[in-house]
């Protein structure tokens, strides 16, 4: 039986061991590609061929709505009202033209008075024609997965169209951020999800898909590099393996199809295992890499990546997550960073539990 000193020290040199994988893959890559100013052109040279048969079909996004669309915006909390607010004036800052839109705010078990006060005000705010708010009180367990469940079925006599789940320390962009998005999956019946860039306060990329199977769970290829709108990720809509929770746009007929967010998920990978559920039934994920959104990652609560959680995942979807059809073979799963692989397979995510 191995020691708890002995486990440390073979986790210890495991980290070691990757990190050096991964330095020599990056290294293999710029070899192979030599120094580019664009590194997202290597997702672009891979593209797989559910991809590009799916690409292919996206149709450009609908000119306007006849305010017939419903759409349901889930923000769940609990304190950090700061956070909060800055998140709520940004949305309700948005242009709502022709939408019919409820907010829901999930207060899972605030303490802090300031909380109170402030969603107290902010719900006797006039607001904008069209833009509707609820208030959903959970004194429940922290269930990431619970929280936007519960939410969707307090709102079911709304029959929304859409729903958007919107973490509280993400900051919408442009005021035409949420139109594009809705246009966009309106307009493309085979498309079931839709993200956007994010970005971390300092203007580096934190998300714009997730990796199913990388590093882990799942891991955003991007991240870190510094977000510039003259790469050619950016330049149209993509089709991408997964979407991250913070800010996800599903169409509500697939969100009910799918059974929602799994609930055995409460804390990490809720948004990738939803993004694998979506793709088993034949649509589309698909991300709008020019819509560019802020996101205090953590903010408001800190990552509980559990080995438990992790091994659910690998039960549930094996070779579907590490081997998935829409991110390429070629690139390593050791790595965040999209760099070849050299036939090092599925990374060993046992090993940091």
Not at 191 to 201: D, E, K, W, Y
Not at 210 to 239: C, D, M, Q, S
């Amino acid at each position: 039986m191995t020691t708890p000193s002995a486990h440390r020290l073979l986790r210890w040199y495991f980290r070691l061991y990757s990190y050096a994988l991964r330095r020599l893959l990056a290294l293999l890559t710029t070899i192979r590609r030599g120094l580019e100013d664009d590194p997202t052109r290597i997702l672009l040279d891979h593209l797989t061929p559910d991809q590009r048969a799916a690409e292919a079909t996206i149709q450009p996004p609908l000119p306007a709505f006849d305010g017939r669309l419903r759409l349901l915006v889930i923000v769940p909390f609990r304190d950090r009202w700061d956070l909060t607010k800055v998140c709520l004036e940004k949305l309700i800052g948005q242009d709502f033209t022709g939408l019919d839109t409820t907010v829901v705010l999930v207060d899972n078990g605030s303490v802090e008075e300031a909380t109170r006060l402030g969603v107290d005000g902010f719900l006797s705010r006039p607001l904008a024609l069209g833009l509707k708010f609820r208030h959903l009180r959970l004194d429940i367990p922290f269930n990431f997965s619970r929280l936007n469940n519960l939410a969707v079925a307090h709102c079911a006599n709304l029959c929304p169209n859409y729903i958007l789940m919107l973490n509280n320390d993400v900051e919408i962009g442009a005021v035409d951020s949420l139109q594009r998005l809705v246009r966009f999956i309106a307009a493309n019946p085979r498309v079931s999800a839709v993200g956007c860039t994010l970005l971390f306060p300092d203007g580096r990329i934190q998300h714009s898909f997730l990796a199913p199977g990388v590093k882990i769970v799942g891991a955003h290829p991007l991240k870190f590099l510094p977000y510039r709108a003259n790469y050619a990720w950016f330049e149209r809509p993509r089709v991408v393996p997964g979407i991250t929770g913070a800010v996800f746009l599903i169409r509500a007929a697939h969100f009910q199809n799918v059974g929602g967010l799994e609930e055995a998920l409460p804390t990490a990978y809720q948004d990738v295992d939803l993004s694998l559920k979506l793709l088993k039934c034949g649509s589309f994920l698909v991300t709008l890499p020019d819509i560019v959104m802020i996101h205090h990652e953590t903010a408001t609560r800190k990552p509980d990546l559990s080995s438990t959680e992790a091994a659910w995942m690998y039960a549930k979807w094996g070779r579907y997550l590490t081997e998935n059809p829409y991110y390429p073979a070629c690139l390593s799963r050791w790595s965040e960073a999209p760099v070849y692989t050299i036939g090092e397979g599925a990374f060993p995510w046992w090993r940091f539990a």
